[in-house]
């Protein structure tokens, strides 16, 4: 199982991204994903998941309410739509599967994570 993230670059406070993790060697739906992030200087955030059960979500406080997380298995792909992007929600973006299947925001729990995409918000 391998991942691609895409999506991120470089948007004003208050501007929106959508992020791709696309899957090959394995079918997503499978799976529980998280989407992850890490700033510099800062430890590993979980942000998102969706499980692979019931497509349930949940999502880490300080993303509640702005980001959306989602999942197109025709495409074998899982998004995250992010608006009202502020400049603390500049990191590098992930997307890895839990180890347990469980839709839980805990980062040390997700294995296979793709190389990430840069996400920077700025005036």
């Known amino acids: 199982l391998q991942f691609v993230e895409s999506g991120g670059g470089l948007v004003q406070p208050g501007g929106s991204l959508r992020l791709s993790c696309a899957a090959s060697?394995?079918?997503?739906?499978?799976?529980?994903v998280g989407w992850l992030r890490q700033a510099p200087g800062k430890e590993r955030e979980a942000v998102s998941c969706i499980s692979n059960y019931d497509d349930s979500a949940d999502y880490a406080d300080s993303v509640k309410d702005r980001f959306t997380i989602s999942r197109d298995n025709a495409k074998n792909t899982v998004y995250l739509q992010m608006n009202s992007l502020k400049a603390d929600d500049t990191a590098v973006y992930y997307c890895?599967?839990?180890?347990?299947?469980?839709?839980?925001?805990?980062?040390?729990?997700?294995?296979?994570w793709g190389q990430g995409t840069q996400v920077t918000v700025s005036s």
């Open positions: 060697g394995a079918t997503l739906d499978d799976y529980t």
């Open positions: 890895a599967v839990h180890m347990y299947n469980l839709c839980v925001l805990i980062p040390g729990q997700y294995v296979h």
